[in-house]
């Protein structure tokens, strides 16, 4: 039987397609174009003494300091806005040494009157990314840094009275947690700053301490209403963190959105990323109060200044709105200029010795709705108004007062330049100013470079539409545009159908242009998120754009994503695009789903193998479960219904884990049977890896062993392989062990120890099998050999001698030969070659006599040894013998009154009893019940092991503080598997003759289903609930009773005559066996 079929073939297929999303998505990001920060003087992290430290002896809170400054710092003297920052999952204090250095030379060069002290604490770079129970300790002593900090001022004239929370990754978790926990009056924390932090929900809930602490903190989470939360996402080169996890802010924005910076981050260069890190320290020191040199109080102050810094930045002072709402007087000099027509642009190569003044009319009719307004490199701050031109000078028409429009303009992406974009309708411009006539562009004096491009159009007309749907394969981008218009700045593009993440669209911009050094950018807009991003086009950079979202599009959005094009008005572009389904993008956003869906499939195979041995008293191979025991169509059906009616929050274990892919709008409708069918190839792909590592490397395997526990326990390598050899004859000791361990140690640590040993014993079984297989193909093989032999001897000694009327009869054995004596008859139909093998039939032995030098003249001789008289031997030629044998087979074709279609040759009869024996061997070696069913028990006890390795890192972290981990997660499955393992090991597993196989393969399915309901999201319930399978099919091979035996009775049967050539077949087969051992 094949070990694949139709089903098989297609989740190979997935899986392959998926493997290779998997292998683009971490080949395919963008280049690191984040600045690096330096110090300009040594950094220095200054201890400070905490009370909480005798009880977190593994954690510290530091101050950072720089140069001369950290004498001041070790002195515990501080009179700036205190910081605090919390490092994430494997992070360190350190890490916030570039927010501070940066801090503190912004406030040395701008000579301000306030600065900001930077603590940080150490959490002993714990992997609470991984480990949810190392959270509440964290927590705790978060809070108690709080205090501490704030004592550090309490000397002081003013000290103050909040702390700013910065936090990165699981730090930023922390943060939230702090302020979740604070009254809505407080004011203790009026900043805080998330940098790539998991707010919603972990992005692997390896324990239920996740769970926990995740409901606590955002169960009616509403911040202080002092509070301004701020959330940053790196972006798609974050790996770790999903952009859509990191919501939960007031203000929420991609790295990729925020002015100045439009660079993605990835998980840790966040922390050091100058752009972003540039934007942030702005935001703070814009936050502060000139007159109190503290920040401000009001919550919407600070939330307007971390939204003009981090979201849309218009080039402005934020504290100096107020005064663009009042009209002000325009100069009068300089150079005033009208433009009559809709697209022009002016260049100064070498800048201007004057001011400029361009002046745009404001004129009622459909092709003047919109302008586009583009300046480059202007010097000015304010530099674009809405006046009326109602004053004449030298033929010049020009503006005394006007109204700001520079607080609607926004610092716009650019590689070359600064660039600064108003974008505004020009007939809602008249209808709110009715008096004004002209918009007017100032360009300041300046030597450098400037330019301004102007477009003035009617939107229907730059307005297009991308309504193709995503497709699973590339055939060619699908014009949009075939030719801009001449001189055009601007175009948006609709793009209706982008609404998944796992979409993929990639724009093409070939660009004709007229003159040498063009700029273009394209930037997706996303109503729905912060989520923008940008990409250039110029001489040098002319690589297709490919966008995705980071965010799937709400249900009750009414808007769509978009593309703007800012152009060169000196080129003309042919715009295309396509949309395809992107692997790539269901590997990073739905890897986690495998996790569960292949627990799903080694349960439905172990469903199988038991379902078999219910049918058929066998334990089929673990490639023949995978094709009748998976198939998707009934369980991902099963699954779909049980999860929407267990949508509601059960009292135990909660709503089903769809509810949560819902809320989030990342569950697709064939999403489950993709995840499925790809696990079902993962399953396969993975059997047949460890079949040939069991098969190839058993050697190998065991010399691991050995050194593993060698370096682990300290020992010699002798020492070790005999301890391993003993625990191989004693495998229930073994099992205390792990007992024991995951009392005093980790249970983690005892089920990777298991598994360890499973497989060292599963590889001695895999030994045992090789050899059984050999044996027999080395019986089947000699067989032919041997009869192949004597064929040849016989074809030469006895084709000329033999009588032309005899039969070709073969004489191919040394073994005794049945031949009728003077005192026994052969029983009818019983040839001579068999007689002497029923009853007491005499056997005779031949021997062969030698020959003359010819070999062939003289016939072949035999001494034919007499049965029953030992001593009387005859001699006999191969002629005679052959015709007393032939003459003896015709008597007992004529007794017994019929013919037969036997095969002449008594040889080829016996070679196939003899291959028949052999391939017997080989079919009884490859239905070994216990290695097949002991391969799918491993691989439970393997997945739950792989789970649970972050808490073997926890406490191999924490050794020196504790040797226990406490509280340890996974404590209770560690102690089912352990006990388990006693059974599995010490007694032959599986007992086909147990009853009950089917009701046991039902709980098998009913536990595969819930994994596929329930541990979707909440991973840590699979260990539990793959433990229980374990446990139950553990109970029931020791408890179950056996199956009532058949028994026929005797008196019914008739006498059946005895067939001596059976007979003869199974006492050949029994002599050659015990001659093989």
Known sequence: ????????????????????GLVSFLTDYETGKCEMTYMFEYPQFVRVSHDVDLKYKKYGLYAYSEGQLTEKARSMVFDGIPVLFIPGSGGSYRQCRSFASIALRKAQNSRTRFHFDYFSVDLNNELSGLNGALLQDQFDYVIASIQRVLELYSENRAPPKSVI??????????????????????????????????????????????????????????????????????????????PYLTEGGHIHVAATQVPKSWVSTDHLSVVWCKQLILANNRALFESVDPRTMQLYTDRDTVLAVFRHHLVRHSGTNIHELDRYGKEVQLA????????????????????????????????MKPQHEHLTLVGVNMKAVDWVYVCAASSVRNDQRFCENGHHLTHLSEISPSVRYKRRTLRINMHDLKMNHTTATHVAVRVMPTSDYAALHIDIN????????????????????????????????????????????????????????????????????VPWNHHDLHQFYTDALKKPMTFKLYKPRPPDEVEYASLRLTLDPTCRYKI??????????????????????????????????????ETKERCSFIFTALKEGVKPYYVVTSVKILSRLLAFDAPIIGPSDSHILVDENIDILLLPLVMYSVSVGIVWLLALGLSISLICFESTFHKLGVKFFTKTFAGRIGWTDHLLKAFDKIPGVVACVLIAMSYSTCGGLAICLATIFYFLKLTQMAQDLIEDLVKGVAKSIAYKLRDRIWRKVKERWFKKKQPANQGALSIETDEKLALPSSEDQVEPGTSGANAGSSGDQPEVLLEETEDDDDGFEKPMEFEVLTPGEPEKVTKMDGNKLVELLNNQMSENANQDGSTTDRDSSVDEQSFADKLSFGIGWIKEAMENNEIFFHFTMFLLYLSVAVLNIPSVLTWARNYKYNKSLIPDPVFLPALILSACAAPLWQLEFPRVERKYFRLISYVVYLAAVLVLVYGVVSIYRISFIMSIVVAVVTLHQLLAPNKP???????????????????ETDSYSERVKAKWE
């Open 332 to 363: 009068h000099g300089g150079d005033w200029n009208e433009g009559v027509y809709r697209q022009f642009s002016v260049r100064l190569p070498k800048g201007t010795r004057e001011t400029r003044w361009y002046i745009i009319p404001l004129v």
């Open 576 to 613: 295309s695009m396509t949309n395809n389904y992107d692997y790539g993008m269901m590997a990073r956003f739905y890897m986690p789903m495998l996790i569960a869906n292949v627990a799903a499939v080694i349960l439905l195979t172990l469903r199988g193998q038991l379902s078999n041995i």
């Open 1045 to 1063: 035996k058949v028994e026929t009775a005797v008196d019914d049967v008739p006498a059946q005559p005895e067939e001596p050539v059976e007979a």
């Open 165 to 242: 929370l910065i936090g990165h990754s699981m730090g930023g978790v922390l943060a939230k947690a702090v302020i979740s926990q604070l009254p809505s009056n407080s004011n203790l924390v009026p900043i805080v700053i998330a940098l790539s932090a998991p707010l919603t929900r972990p992005v692997l809930s390896l324990d239920y301490f996740f769970e926990r602490f995740y409901s606590r903190m955002n169960d009616h989470f509403q911040p202080p209403d002092s509070t301004a939360f701020i959330t940053v996402a790196g972006g798609f080169n974050d790996f770790l963190v999903p």
């Open 458 to 525: 009617d939107p229907d007309t730059r307005h297009l539409i991308f309504n193709y749907g995503p497709s699973f394969f590339s055939f060619g981008p699908k014009e949009v545009l075939p030719l801009t218009v001449e001189k055009a700045v601007h175009y948006d593009i609709m793009l209706p159908q982008l609404t998944q993440l796992i979409q993929s669209y990639t724009l093409y911009l070939e660009a004709t242009c007229t003159g040498q050094g063009h700029h273009a950018t394209v930037s997706l807009e």
């Open 1 to 20: 039987m094949t070990p694949v079929n139709g089903p098989i073939l297609l989740s190979l297929a997935f899986t392959v397609v998926f493997l290779a």
